[in-house]
């Protein structure tokens, strides 16, 4: 017999880290409109290493605490087509990654995109939140606390 995993109610925002990219704390939407989720790089290029190519991002930006300005580089990527907030599609490079968001740790695709105009760094979507969440869309920061930004 199959037992029933309970799920943990969220806020409508969280903050999350990625361990997989030395990241601490970032503030995260959670969008249950959204399919995927995605981070706010400021750099985003493939680079050529004999003869295999690499995905290189920088993450965050200067603005947020913990921006490294140093490159992040994947061996394994794909690129995917992605509808955005504006409801246009395009195409964007995607990791497996873990999230940590309170002391649950999820293994899931992440995409990199251009967040600079957005309020948050981080969207997290359906995808991520299936089986493991259920948000209150009423309340915020249920198993984190906010992070100031300077």
């Known amino acids: 017999?199959?037992?029933?995993?309970?799920?943990?109610?969220i806020g409508r925002f969280e903050a999350i880290s990625f361990p997989d990219f030395d990241l601490g704390l970032v503030n995260?939407?959670?969008?249950?409109g959204?399919?995927?989720?995605?981070?706010?790089c400021s750099?985003?290029?493939l680079i050529e290493n004999n003869g295999v190519e690499h995905l290189a991002v920088k993450l965050l930006d200067k603005r947020h605490k913990e921006f490294t300005n140093k490159f992040i580089v994947f061996d394994e990527f794909k690129e995917r087509r992605v509808k955005n907030s504006f409801g246009i599609v395009e195409s964007r490079y995607a990791v497996k990654t873990n999230i940590q968001v309170g002391d649950e740790i999820i293994n899931t695709d992440i995409t990199f995109a251009t967040r600079s105009l957005m309020n948050y760094e981080v969207l997290l979507?359906?995808?991520f939140?299936?089986?493991?969440?259920v948000v209150d869309v009423a309340r915020?920061?249920?198993?984190?606390?906010?992070i100031k930004e300077d």
Do not use: E, N, P, Q
């Not at 995260?28 to 249950?32: F, L, N, P, R, V």
């Not at 939140?129 to 969440?133: I, W």
């Open 1 to 9: 017999m199959k037992t029933k995993r309970i799920k943990k109610i």
């Open 140 to 146: 915020r920061y249920l198993l984190s606390h906010h």
């Open 125 to 127: 979507g359906r995808k």
């Open 34 to 40: 959204a399919d995927s989720c995605a981070i706010h």
């Open 129 to 133: 939140l299936k089986g493991v969440f």
């Open 28 to 32: 995260a939407k959670i969008d249950t």
């Open 43 to 45: 750099h985003i290029k």
